[in-house]
């Protein structure tokens, strides 16, 4: 079974703080993701990596930015965390030919 | 732009009954298309995927999902509901050759004695 842990649950963090969020998935997997979901919104793409050291923009990348320094993880970087990053931020992965996609349990983030 | 819909946002159906949640996708060609269960609190998890080929799949937990290119949609269907499917369903598609899933909002099954 494929399977992508994220470091917190939940997380409390004050406004201007820096938070990391990680990502570590077993499978070997090249391409790994982070969304962010948000009633009404369903996910919505902030980075990807196809490989180490790479990465893409997705829809929403601003105010966020990512590590990839080894294949099996992938974190997450809020620089200066404001109250609209509070959310539900999801961690995926995949390989190959594959396009489904594998979740971790997610990290529900509010910043006060 | 290329998307998938799902137009209820919430739907209540009886233990026992049957089920249909819609999805309709707007992608050029035929796009790879996804069905994800998430429980509260919980990532999603995949329940069944058409990539090509026979259009009705079968997933995990008693779930199925028919492909219809001519109405563009991807509708779950389970035959009867038992109150622990209450969950969140997301629909998900991407076109063939891209890396980047387009997911629907969700919709959030409630499931009553």
């Known amino acids: 079974d494929v399977k992508v842990t994220q470091s917190s649950r939940y997380l409390v963090k004050r406004t201007g703080e820096k938070v990391f969020l990680e990502c570590v998935q077993d499978?070997?997997?090249?391409?790994m993701f982070w969304y962010r979901q948000d009633p009404g919104l369903g996910l919505r793409l902030i980075y990807f990596?196809?490989?180490?050291?790479?990465?893409e923009k997705g829809d929403i990348p601003e105010g966020y930015s990512v590590s990839r320094e080894k294949k099996e993880r992938f974190s997450l970087i809020l620089e200066s965390a404001s109250t609209n990053q509070t959310s539900m931020y999801l961690c995926?992965?995949?390989?190959?030919?594959?396009?489904?996609?594998?979740f971790g349990p997610g990290t529900r983030l509010t910043v006060t | 732009a290329q998307s998938v819909t799902q137009p209820d946002i919430h739907i209540t159906v009886s233990e026992g009954a049957s089920l249909e949640l819609r999805c309709n996708y707007s992608?050029?060609?035929?796009?790879?298309l996804f069905w994800y269960v998430q429980s509260p609190g919980q990532g999603l998890q995949l329940l069944l995927k058409?990539?090509?080929?026979?259009?009705l799949v079968q997933g995990i937990k008693g779930f199925e999902a028919e492909f219809k290119r001519s109405q563009s949609s991807f509708n779950l269907r389970k035959p009867s509901v038992h109150w622990s499917d209450a969950a969140e369903y997301v629909c998900?598609?991407?076109?063939?050759?891209?890396?980047?899933?387009?997911f629907g909002i969700g919709t959030k099954l409630q499931v009553i004695p």
């Open positions: 998900a598609g991407v076109p063939g050759g891209y890396q980047k899933v387009t």
């Open positions: 058409y990539f090509s080929g026979d259009t």
């Open positions: 992608y050029g060609a035929t796009p790879y």
């Open positions: 995926a992965s995949n390989g190959g030919p594959s396009y489904e996609q594998y």
């Open positions: 990596s196809y490989d180490v050291k790479m990465k």
């Open positions: 499978m070997d997997h090249e391409n």
